[in-house]
């Protein structure tokens, strides 16, 4: 079907990535009335965004972005240690092992994170004597992605085929070499992507940290907005770092399934 005109610059084929200049053309549009939605909404409750008071919580706003990547890059290498004994330990042969570590990825992705931020820091780490806000933060980021880690790397594993780990055992492999030939280059490629979106994941569930105190970005900026009732102007200024952080690892996940063919 051919469309006429100026309409050419909003269709492309199917499956077919459209040249530079025409998806710049359609991000503009789209960013335009975005913002347009925005500045009339703001415009109808009479609301004028003031951000003279940045240049005296810069230094506030600077720690609290750093104790969001402290927060999150700790949580995801513990979640991917914990990701990796959960998706092992669910092949366990050892019945008690396996059903254990089911029913943890079954609790853990079937409760909501702020539950699990209340009971982990007000009953276990109060019986326990965890007192530290940012470890139990680390923690309870890590156990809960953790979870979904489990089932990244259980899905990758048993997408394989199994004929290639015989054709493995064919030619002469033992099982350590089945395992560094086959399997792991395999499973990084199908992984990697996942992981990397995960990553963006955490990121943004540590703001609900900021339910215990943990002084990162969403607390930080709480604690400003009830200093200079700057409410809107804080809560639009967190978006934007929000995105600051996880926009890039997007692009980066998206980068990683076309350079490993993650799709196909």
């Not at 669910?90 to 254990?100: D, P």
């Not at 499973?187 to 979106?197: E, H, I, K, S, V």
């Amino acid at each position: 079907m051919k469309f006429p005109g100026v309409f050419t610059l909003f269709i492309t084929d199917k499956n077919t990535k459209p040249p530079a200049w025409k998806a710049l053309i359609n991000l503009t549009i789209i960013i335009g009335a975005a913002a347009l939605m925005v500045i009339v909404s703001l415009k109808r409750i009479d609301v004028k965004l003031d951000y003279s008071f940045l240049p005296g919580v810069t230094f506030r706003l600077r720690k609290g972005f750093e104790m969001t990547l402290i927060l999150s890059i700790c949580s995801l290498i513990l979640s991917l240690l914990i990701g990796m004994v959960s998706a092992a330990a669910q092949n366990s042969r050892i019945l008690v092992i396996r059903y254990l570590f089911m029913g943890y990825v079954k609790l853990i992705r079937g409760t909501p994170l702020l539950a699990q931020i209340y009971l982990f820091f007000y009953i276990i780490g109060t019986a326990w004597g965890i007192e530290n806000r940012i470890l139990s933060g680390i923690l309870i980021l890590s156990v809960f992605e953790g979870a979904y880690i489990s089932e990244i790397i259980r899905g990758s594993y048993l997408s394989m085929e199994q004929q290639q780990i015989e054709i493995g055992m064919a030619i002469g492999l033992d099982k350590a070499g089945i395992l560094r030939e086959i399997i792991f280059p395999q499973m990084l490629a199908r992984t990697l992507p996942a992981l990397t979106g995960q990553f963006a994941s955490i990121i943004k569930d540590s703001s609900l940290l900021s339910v215990i105190a943990v002084t990162e970005m969403a607390q930080t900026m709480r604690e400003i907005s009830s200093l200079n009732f700057k409410m809107f102007e804080c809560y639009f200024l967190l978006a934007a770092l929000y995105l600051l952080l996880t926009l890039p690892i997007t692009y980066f996940s998206e980068w990683l399934e076309r350079r490993f063919g993650y799709e196909n």
